[in-house]
């Protein structure tokens, strides 16, 4: 298995609440991705990271920020939770050895984070 | 934005029978994934593909490229009870990050 631990693996909150997830790899690899996973929907990419400090916008943005300030952690922060974010969150990670934005080497995830917003 | 269709939505089958299950999109990729994701964890790879036409097996499943470059095929033969859950594809287009599919989801009956 891909070494990737998120935390916490469920949270309940409450709108309006700030929340933190965190992705921690110990592979060393180069790309970082977050993803929520609703029905009927699938994976839906929100932000990715393609270095230490380099971060880009998914398509389901919106209501979310990230930051990686070292490799092997990249952090997914809601600042106002809205009902509409309960979902599960998986983060991803990818390798390539080429540095560019892109990759398209295969992702592995990890094992999600089950977030809830009453 | 991009979409991949994903056939069947899910499926029922004896254990023991073959699967097929296919995802296409309107738009050309040039790298696809395949996935399978069981409740409570993540999806876990199990084929890459990367050139059209290309065919490439992990045991009982093997994966096509499609020659179009706009769909891939997942077979499973044999099917056993463990290979319950939600199969993803995923395309690559070069322009953006991978494009999933909305699953699969077999049950096997025993």
């Known amino acids: 298995d891909a070494g990737i631990t998120q935390s916490p693996r469920h949270k309940v909150t409450e709108t309006g609440t700030p929340v933190t997830l965190r992705c921690h790899q110990t592979e060393n690899h180069r790309y970082m991705y977050w993803y929520r996973q609703d029905p009927g929907h699938g994976l839906r990419l929100i932000h990715y990271?393609?270095?230490?400090?380099?971060?880009d916008k998914g398509e389901v943005s919106d209501g979310y920020s990230v930051s990686r300030s070292k490799t092997e952690d990249f952090l997914l922060t809601l600042e106002s939770a809205t009902s509409s974010q309960t979902s599960v969150y998986f983060c991803?990670?990818?390798?390539?050895?080429?540095?560019?934005?892109?990759?398209?080497?295969?992702?592995?995830f990890g094992d999600g984070t089950r977030l809830s917003i009453l | 934005g991009q979409q991949l269709n994903q056939s069947p939505q899910s499926m029922f089958i004896q254990e023991g029978e073959d699967v097929s299950m296919n995802c296409t999109s309107s738009?050309?990729?040039?790298?696809w994934l395949w996935y399978k994701q069981d409740p409570g964890e993540g999806p876990v790879l199990l084929i890459a593909?990367?050139?059209?036409?290309e065919l490439t097996s992990n045991g009982r499943l093997t994966a096509q490229f499609g020659i179009t470059r706009k769909d891939s095929f997942l077979n499973i033969s044999a099917s056993i009870p463990s290979d319950v859950g939600i199969y993803f594809c995923?395309?690559?287009?070069?322009?953006?990050?991978?494009?999933f599919g909305t699953g699969t989801r077999l049950k096997v009956l025993a």
């Open positions: 990271s393609y270095g230490v400090k380099d971060t």
């Open positions: 738009s050309i990729f040039n790298t």
């Open positions: 593909l990367y050139k059209a036409g």
């Open positions: 995923a395309g690559y287009s070069g322009t953006y990050k991978y494009i």
């Open positions: 991803a990670i990818s390798e390539s050895n080429i540095a560019r934005k892109y990759s398209n080497q295969p992702q592995h």
